[in-house]
Structure formats: structure tokens, C-alpha cells
């Protein structure tokens, strides 16, 4: 099913983002989502966050930022994976990611194309970073956070923290249902 839908931060006086309607997909599964509350844009499209009626719901809302969202509240898994698929230049994004408004835990994921590298603190502010290839010596540059008029820093990040995209997205999925790291991969203390 095609949808088409417009910014709602731009009505709301956020003029900066993309006021252009444009067309989104939805699996069957997600065109029983009702209830558009603001626009984030996917891969190749923007979709609506939606409120979840029936399963999939979250525990409690996730708050998370990337590149051009400082703070939105994620209500189900579904919204959650499609937020996770924003990419912006050089087929990159930067995920925080908190339960409710509490500062820890949090998970930080830096996404370039297929790889991310994760970073994770506990409710007590222990930091650790998902481990890759620890053989990796080389260092791989993740872009990160708008520093001044849309230049983004680049982060150097370790290459043996670089780990698939797929498990980057299980470390989220296994963060935002209970605050803990994913068991799926190895973590080193930072």
C-alpha cells in the first residue's frame, strides 16, 4: 500500500526538515498501524511514526535521536526498525538510544552501510563497546554528530568494534526490551 505524508515538524514551525510528500511502502503488517504522530524518514522514503494497536508494543517509549531528530519517543518495535533504516550521506546515521527520560542506560549506534559499532552504558554509567574482529588494528571513520552549520565531526572509531549491521540492530532490539546488552556479541569494557 502507498501513503503519501507530509512533514509535520515543518507545520509545527520546523522548518529545516523535508516538506515534501512523498510516496512510502508498508507491509501488510504495518498498514494496520493507525495514528500518525511525525514524520521520520526511512532508507528512500519518509513513513509516519505510528501508535501500535494489538502486539509489538514496547514496554515503555525509547527516546532516540539521530542526524536530524534530536529527541522522539519510539512507542513500538515496528517504528523502531524503521527509524533504525534512516541513512544520510555516505550511507550513515548515529542512533542514541534511552528507556523513558533517564540518562542510563543508553545505547549509541555509529551506521555506515552494512557495519556499525556499538556502544552501550548501564544503568550504573559502565561504558562498553560491542566487540568485532579483535585482530582488526585499523581505524574506520564513522560520521557523527552536526558540529556547526551541517558539518558533521567524524568519530575514528576501533576497526575491532566494527560488527555487522545486523547485530547492531539485535543489540538495539535486546536493549529496548530490557536495558541490558545483547548476549549475542562479545563487549569490552571501555
Known amino acids: 500500500m502507498d501513503v503519501d505524508f507530509v512533514d509535520p515538524l515543518y507545520l509545527m514551525g520546523a522548518g529545516h526538515h523535508n516538506i515534501a510528500s512523498r510516496k512510502c511502502t508498508q507491509t501488510p503488517a504495518e498498514s494496520s498501524l493507525v495514528g500518525a504522530c511525525i514524520a521520520i524518514a526511512c532508507?528512500?522514503?519518509?513513513?509516519?511514526?505510528?501508535?501500535?494497536k494489538g502486539t509489538g508494543c514496547m514496554p515503555r517509549s525509547i527516546h532516540c535521536e539521530d542526524f536530524e531528530v534530536d529527541d522522539t519517543l519510539i512507542p513500538d518495535e515496528a517504528t523502531l526498525c524503521c527509524f533504525l533504516e534512516r541513512r544520510f550521506e555516505g550511507d550513515s546515521n548515529r542512533f542514541i538510544l534511552s528507556l523513558g527520560r533517564a540518562v542510563f542506560p543508553n545505547i549509541t549506534l555509529f551506521v555506515k552501510g552494512n557495519e556499525c559499532v556499538v556502544h552501550y552504558v548501564s544503568k550504573d554509567g559502565e561504558p562498553y563497546i560491542a566487540a568485532g574482529d579483535?585482530?582488526?588494528?585499523?581505524?574506520?571513520?564513522?560520521?557523527?554528530?552536526?558540529?556547526?552549520?551541517?558539518?558533521?565531526?567524524?568519530?575514528?572509531?576501533?576497526?575491532?568494534?566494527?560488527i555487522p549491521w545486523r547485530l547492531g540492530k539485535q543489540c538495539v532490539l535486546e536493549f529496548v526490551k530490557n536495558g541490558e546488552r545483547f548476549s549475542g556479541v562479545e563487549w569490552e569494557d571501555l
Open 134 to 162: 579483535r585482530d582488526r588494528r585499523d581505524s574506520v571513520p564513522f560520521k557523527d554528530y552536526y558540529i556547526t552549520r551541517g558539518i558533521r565531526d567524524v568519530s575514528d572509531m576501533p576497526g575491532g568494534a566494527i
Open 43 to 52: 532508507r528512500k522514503c519518509e513513513i509516519s511514526v505510528f501508535e501500535l
